[in-house]
């Protein structure tokens, strides 16, 4: 069978990683996860054809992507691989989410400016399909072998990168301590050497873990009721004392959601918020019902790495509790970064 899009990707579970237990159990590979698009590229099956580029959704894109089209001769035909589209920001010296963004929806001569600006890269991580031969039953360990075989074969380089993989659990453990030093990298992928590519599945045999940090923020807004809040709207300060959004929590459990009410205010004439509308996710639409509330609360919250250069949230934020101690000087300010919570 030769793979063509519209192709479904396999999918992986997210977990939390518990600290003691170790990163990687026997039988498994870590790949590091990048903060990118997910993408599976197909090479035409023989000359003068073109290569396409599908989003998890189907969607093609290759149109958007000249910079990547331009070198796709460098490529074996009849190729199928699953990666991750990541984009190079020349101006700040590192990966960037929002110049992806920018460049996904671009096309045209917009596309080919973008692209001079904020090269792309396909980081690839699996093997679906080499010279016409697909190889979704064999096992991970086996079609990450052929993905290495081939990119030495070919020597391919930039834009064209083979994700970082191993089955050492000391290395893997290394991975996930010092991953803030790696430009782009939000975490680690697990996988069983012995799993097959299941198109379309989630699967346990691959389990997404991003590490977390532990930092401050402010309620300026709620959805439910102020005696029974269901999810909390977060803000920081800017430098000019302005109240941005930075993302929404998940669901609160019932005790907190109990705990909190007895604390939040009504807002009160001037909330900086008023007339604002909320998305119920990041990158869609659909606008959450809220009540604003008066905005002094300081909430320790657990984050993810995945934020905007304006320091939004992509992925929903989980509360972790009320810190009456603190104060609204004790909030980083918004762009700033992640502090660690004290206490």
Request: proline share 7%.
């Amino acid at each position: 069978m030769v793979l063509t899009p519209p192709f479904e990707p396999m999918l992986a579970q997210a977990a939390e990683y518990v600290p003691g237990t170790g990163v990687l159990a026997s039988g498994f590979a870590a790949e590091q996860k990048f903060d990118g698009h997910r993408a599976i590229l197909f090479t035409p099956a023989s000359p003068g054809g073109r290569l396409l580029l599908q989003t998890r959704r189907g969607t093609l894109i290759q149109d958007r992507f000249p910079d990547l089209v331009a070198v796709a001769g460098q490529l074996s035909e009849g190729l199928v691989m699953d990666g991750e589209l990541v984009v190079w920001d020349t101006a700040t010296g590192r990966l960037s989410f929002e110049a992806l963004q920018r460049r996904a929806a671009a096309r045209g001569r917009t596309a080919t400016a973008l692209a001079a600006k904020t090269p792309a890269f396909f980081i690839a991580f699996d093997a679906l399909q080499i010279d016409g031969t697909e190889l979704l039953a064999l096992p991970y360990a086996e079609r990450r072998r052929r993905l290495e075989v081939l990119f030495a074969a070919r020597a391919l380089t930039s834009p064209w990168t083979l994700c970082p993989m191993t089955t050492g659990p000391a290395t893997a453990q290394q991975w996930w301590d010092d991953w803030s030093d790696i430009s782009g990298v939000e975490g680690l992928v697990v996988k069983a050497l012995n799993q097959r590519y299941r198109p379309g599945s989630r699967s346990s045999a691959w389990t997404k873990i991003r590490r977390r940090n532990s930092t401050e923020a402010l309620i300026g807004a709620i959805t439910g009721a102020l005696a029974r809040p269901q999810l909390l709207i977060l803000g920081r300060h800017d430098a000019t004392g302005r109240l941005r959004p930075v993302g929404r929590t998940v669901p609160l459990r019932p005790d907190a959601s109990r705990a909190l009410a007895e604390h939040l205010t009504p807002a009160g004439p001037g909330h900086p918020w008023a007339g604002a509308k909320f998305s119920s996710a990041w990158g869609t639409r659909d606008v959450l019902d809220t009540t604003l509330v008066q905005p002094d609360l300081v909430v320790e919250i657990s984050t993810d790495t995945s934020i905007d250069r304006g320091g939004v949230y992509r992925h929903p934020i989980r509360y972790v509790r009320l810190r009456l101690e603190a104060t609204v000087d004790d909030v980083p300010l918004f762009g700033g970064g992640p502090a660690a919570a004290e206490g």
